[in-house]
């Protein structure tokens, strides 16, 4: 008997969902349907979903890892997550967050460290924060061959400066600032634009804005994509601190509980292990 727990993780290739395929579904009818993913069973699970792309996003530094904020996670830390969400998938585009202060500082450093999601992580593309402040580093990374996801409206990385997780694009002048940074984004050549934390309509008018599809995440219902993170998705979020735009489609926390209160209850009993849970000779 085997107790080897790596066999079938690395997912057999499949015909990959492409960077060009993405930027082509600009106004289709269909969106595109993005989920974060952390590791490796996920990304098989959410890709066997029919899941076209697989964020790892710095959001793992919150749902994973327990912290207050995206700032402290680390390029190593999205590194590795990445590389186990590319062991786990067949078909989906895996995006990369760039974290906090890894491509701020100087276009050089934004390309290197994008150059190590591809190179060292597997990524098909990277992601990063902010809009018109970020184009110079947006074309030097897009001009080294490494497809870039735009990010505007709410930005995590941003949080002091935005003042909390709050709602951006409230008023008129705020409503023009983003959609100059979708502009932006998409002149220095982003292939596809995160839209995160704006009224509807606004959402709505980044769409129609710009020539590259648009991914909402509390963006309204008329991006060309929608994007969660899966910890809110499937419950693994404690109760009430889940944003109000997030549909909850599964208990999995409930069910973590029970199976575990379970499994509890039977050590302490003498049930578990039992006959044919033991090795013998
Ligand atoms: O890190 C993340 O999960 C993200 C999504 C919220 C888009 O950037």
């Known amino acids: 008997m085997t107790t080897d727990r790596s066999a079938g993780t690395t997912a057999p290739a499949a015909r990959r969902v492409t960077v060009p395929e993405v930027r082509a579904a600009k106004g289709r009818a269909e969106p595109l349907a993005m989920?974060?993913?952390?590791?490796?069973?996920?990304a098989r699970l959410l890709d066997e979903a029919g899941v076209e792309i697989l964020l790892v996003g710095d959001s793992v530094g919150m749902v994973v890892a327990g912290l207050e904020s995206t700032l402290p996670v680390t390029l190593d830390e999205i590194v590795y997550h990445t590389r186990a969400v590319c062991r786990g998938r067949r078909r989906a585009l895996v995006v990369a967050d760039l974290p906090f202060l890894s491509y701020q500082a100087s276009v050089e450093a934004a390309v290197l460290n994008a150059g190590r999601l591809l190179k060292e992580a597997g990524a098909d593309a990277v992601k990063l924060e902010g809009g018109e402040a970020m184009?110079?580093?947006i074309?030097?990374?897009?001009a080294a061959g490494i497809p870039v996801m735009g990010h505007v409206g709410l930005a995590p990385q941003a949080v002091h400066a935005q003042g909390g997780y709050r709602v951006q694009g409230r008023d008129a002048a705020a409503r023009e600032a983003i959609l100059a940074d979708a502009r932006a984004v998409e002149r220095a050549g982003a292939f596809a634009l995160v839209v995160e934390g704006v009224p509807g309509s606004l959402g709505a008018e980044v769409t129609r804005a710009v020539g590259i599809p648009t991914i909402g995440i509390g963006a309204g219902p008329h991006c060309d994509g929608q994007v969660l993170v899966l910890h809110d998705l499937i419950g693994l979020v404690p109760e009430g601190r889940t944003p109000r735009f997030v549909r909850r489609?599964?208990?999995?926390?409930?069910?973590?509980?029970?199976?575990?209160?379970?499994y509890v209850a039977d050590v302490k009993a003498g049930r578990f292990p039992g006959p044919g849970e033991t090795y013998e000779g």
Do not use: N, S
């Open 35 to 42: 989920l974060t993913a952390y590791d490796a069973p996920t």
């Open 135 to 137: 184009v110079p580093q």
């Open 139 to 142: 074309r030097a990374i897009v």
């Open 249 to 262: 489609y599964a208990d999995v926390g409930e069910a973590i509980r029970r199976a575990a209160a379970e």
